[in-house]
């Protein structure tokens, strides 16, 4: 089955418990949450307060997107405060790092994640699919919402399902970026297990249709 988890990037924060409310009530799967710090991405959003507050108040598990410089430095930190998935970028550290950053994450019993920027190349994640519960691939430069869907990053998406599929089966694979009813069949196709969606879902008069359209 696939997995929905819609992006508070989009939401209204000045009501992010009635956004995360509905977006349990809709029917998703997953709360995405964007953390951003203004250094890897030309943005910042929210840290590690807001993830502790939002995961008192979320009938889901929060699937945090670590899009920082130097990850290792704040995982136990984010895990503590309540990431269920806590994912970090290939591109944030030496190999070394995120290597520890991604045996930490399942020590504190989490599930560990990897993303990759559009730019990226399917090998440089092969290393450590055996650390990762899921994988996630950008379709669309990270940082910022509402960006139009790189579909040619579905070729990246069929290599790693391929891997997958040999290497770590319970892996999932999650696409990030201009998904929606449209863009969402192609991402399941070619093999995404998890699709985020932000501007699509808030954007949506019925939210349960919504979500009930991009699973199937």
């Known amino acids: 089955m696939t997995l929905i988890a819609p992006s508070i990037l989009s939401a209204d924060f000045a009501n992010l418990e009635r956004d995360i409310r509905?977006?349990?009530?809709s029917g998703a799967d997953l709360v995405h949450v964007d953390v951003m710090d203004g250094l890897f991405v030309p943005n910042?959003?929210?840290?590690?307060?807001?993830?502790?507050?939002?995961?008192?108040?979320?009938?889901?598990?929060?699937?945090?997107?670590?899009?920082?410089?130097r990850p290792l430095r704040y995982v136990d930190a984010f895990c503590q405060a309540g990431a269920d998935y806590l994912t970090l970028h290939v591109e944030a550290d030496e190999p070394e790092n995120t290597l520890t950053a991604l045996r930490r994450i399942r020590e504190l019993g989490k599930k560990s994640g990897l993303s990759l920027k559009p730019g990226t190349p399917?090998?440089?994640?092969?290393?450590?699919?055996?650390?990762?519960?899921?994988?996630?691939?950008?379709?669309?430069?990270?940082g910022f919402?509402?960006?139009?869907?790189?579909?040619?990053?579905?070729?990246?998406?069929?290599?790693?399902?391929?891997?997958?599929?040999?290497?770590?089966?319970?892996?999932?694979?999650?696409?990030?970026?201009?998904?929606?009813?449209?863009?969402?069949?192609l991402c399941r196709e070619n093999g995404a297990q998890v699709l985020v969606t932000g501007s699509a879902y808030f954007r949506a008069e019925d939210k349960n249709v919504f979500v009930k359209q991009l699973r199937q």
């Open 22 to 25: 509905l977006i349990a009530a």
């Open 122 to 142: 399917a090998e440089a994640v092969r290393p450590f699919l055996p650390e990762s519960d899921l994988v996630l691939v950008m379709t669309v430069e990270p």
């Open 44 to 69: 910042i959003t929210i840290g590690i307060p807001v993830v502790r507050a939002l995961k008192k108040v979320s009938p889901l598990p929060l699937d945090v997107h670590l899009m920082i410089d």
């Open 145 to 185: 919402g509402g960006q139009a869907f790189m579909a040619g990053q579905m070729e990246k998406l069929r290599t790693l399902r391929a891997w997958r599929d040999l290497e770590c089966p319970k892996c999932l694979l999650e696409v990030d970026g201009g998904v929606d009813l449209v863009t969402g069949p």
